[in-house]
């Protein structure tokens, strides 16, 4: 994608929503990292689900560290990998306590050494708690930066690494959150709704997917899906 393509893309982006945010629920940093860690291979909308009476009860390592595996388990079975993720999750707590005085670290390096959390989470967490400009990788960006031609890679490092290069200022902090968001209700991966996307001239792809038609044979009005898969914010 040409410069003025990729200004013009996420000028258009920002337009319509000037300041998105991740879809997961938390109340500080420290939750964010427990509720990202979560999210891997399941929803936002099934993580907040098991969350949201989690964190009313436990906001800081030594409040996990203290409920203990098994309640920890029974607070968010209902997510996949829950067994490996509680352990992770009580694991990174520790680590907390014991490294860092109980505080996120900001930095990606510390972030990765923390149980279950790899470099996307760690990219989250750094761009969403302390307002780092960095490309949280998941699914849906991974997608939409290859299907459109802004990012092309054959993995998750070499699109960050392209969208690290080609995002341009002002759209650097927000734009890892416009891409998931894009991905995850207009550009799916099954069949993207190119009919209503709002950059459609602008993208790689081909043939462009035209509006669905109603059972008279008519074209019927777009809706969004209201419970879209997601690994990430």
């Known amino acids: 994608m040409k410069k003025a393509d990729v200004i013009e893309f996420y000028a258009r982006l920002a337009e319509a929503d000037p300041h998105p945010e991740t879809e ?17 291979q399941a929803t936002d909308v099934g993580v907040n689900k098991a969350t949201r009476a989690l964190f009313r009860e436990v906001d800081t390592p030594d409040k996990m560290v203290a409920l203990g595996l098994d309640e920890l388990k029974r607070h968010i079975k209902t997510i996949g990998l829950f067994n490996t993720k509680a352990k992770n999750v009580i694991a990174l707590s520790q680590m907390l306590i014991d490294e860092f005085g109980g ?18 989470t760690a990219n989250v967490v750094m761009n969403v ?5 960095t490309f949280a990788v998941d699914t849906h960006i991974f997608r939409v930066g290859n299907r459109t031609g802004l990012a092309r890679g054959k993995t998750p490092l070499a699109v960050e690494l392209k969208l690290d290069k080609a995002t341009p200022q002002p759209f650097r902090l927000h734009a890892h959150h416009w891409l998931i968001l894009h991905g995850r209700y207009v550009c799916k991966a099954r069949t993207p709704e190119c009919w209503r ?3 459609r001239d602008l993208c790689a792809f081909k043939p462009k997917t035209p509006p669905p038609k109603s059972k008279s044979g008519a074209t019927s009005a777009p809706v969004a899906d209201p419970d879209p898969a997601s690994e990430a914010p």
């Open 197 to 199: 996307c709002i950059v």
């Open 24 to 40: 997961l629920e938390f109340v500080n940093p420290y939750t964010l990292v427990v509720a990202v860690a979560l999210s891997a």
């Open 103 to 120: 505080e996120v670290p900001a930095d990606r390096e510390s972030l990765e050494r923390l149980p279950g959390v790899g470099r996307k």
């Open 129 to 133: 708690a302390f307002g780092a400009e």
